[in-house]
């Protein structure tokens, strides 16, 4: 079944119900995958699929960073014994810079990997057009090392080398291993969500700071105590928001977030305090010097 996907062109979909098959498959219910597979249902077409995908793939990326490295630096400077009004400084400094610099260095990564997959895709075309029999052979070479016939693996590539777009798109992925190009991607989309992922994640170590530190209202400790839950709780969230394209249950995907997490930030902590060890252990020995 086809259907236009947002750059104009024709997007094929499987005729099933894909909610449906997805459930199926983490109830291991064959029955139920069958009614899916023979519905003739498409409810998500490609395009919004994959687009979804990888702004799930932004999300997480940025908001896992955004939180270690903001709780790096709160943790950092409680360590090494810094006021609030210095977290506040460092933190909101550091959460904003390499939030912009996540963002971009997205986009251009994405933007990059695109290029590549388009310049390695003509060069491919052009091998086709020119010494089609090798490419083939090329191909018949593979698919016996993945353990098909010589015979079945030469059927199979004759056939499919007749339809070139979609033979030269599957000499890119198993000659090279890079998946075709997206034509409708929107790499500086994907830089946006991960500068607004990274800056909403790695906004909560700061926010006990924020509401509370510049008042002068409640000690460091307490502040620290709050920053240190609320990271804590994100890093659930966050975990649970990946779960929804792994195969993981949420709790399971938010207690491995929030382990590893927690793992960084304990050391971020302990770095802050040795170095704080280390300054007043040096400015002791220079004051007993004079």
């Known amino acids: 079944m086809a259907g236009l996907g947002a750059a104009g062109k024709n997007v094929v979909t499987a005729t099933r119900d894909l909610e449906m098959a997805k459930k199926a498959y983490d109830m291991r219910d064959p029955e139920l995958s069958a009614t899916a597979h023979s519905t003739g249902l498409v409810k998500k077409n490609t395009e919004t699929h994959s687009r979804g995908g990888a702004f799930i793939k932004s ?13 790096a630096v709160v943790a950092g400077a409680a360590g090494g014994g810094f006021g609030p009004n210095v977290v506040i400084v460092m933190g909101v400094s550091s959460l904003l810079a390499d939030a912009l610099s996540m963002g971009v260095g997205d986009a251009l990564s994405s933007q990059a990997e695109v290029e590549v997959a388009k310049r390695e895709r003509e060069r491919e075309r052009w091998e086709l057009e020119n010494f089609k029999e090798g490419e083939i052979k090329e191909m018949i070479e593979i698919y016996e090392g993945r353990g098909m016939s010589k015979e079945d693996a030469e059927i199979v590539m004759r056939i499919c080398a007749k339809y070139e777009p ?5 000499m890119l992925v198993d000659e090279l291993g890079i998946e075709p190009p997206d034509d409708s991607g929107t790499p500086w989309k994907d830089g946006a969500v991960t500068f607004a992922s990274f800056v909403f994640f790695g906004f909560f170590p700061l926010a006990a700071y924020l509401v509370l530190g510049s008042s002068g209202s409640m000690d460091p400790r307490s502040l620290f105590g709050i920053s240190i839950g609320l990271t804590l709780m994100m890093l659930f969230v966050l975990g649970a928001v990946k779960s929804t ?46």
């Open 166 to 170: 979609m033979f030269v798109d599957m």
């Open 59 to 71: 999300i997480v990326f940025g908001g896992l960073d955004g939180i270690i490295t903001t709780f």
């Open 245 to 290: 394209v792994t195969t993981r249950s949420w709790w399971m995907s938010g207690l491995e977030v929030l382990a590893v997490g927690s793992f960084v930030a304990f050391v971020s902590f302990i770095i802050g305090y040795l170095i704080e060890e280390m300054v007043l252990s040096s400015g002791s020995a220079m004051g007993g010097l004079h």
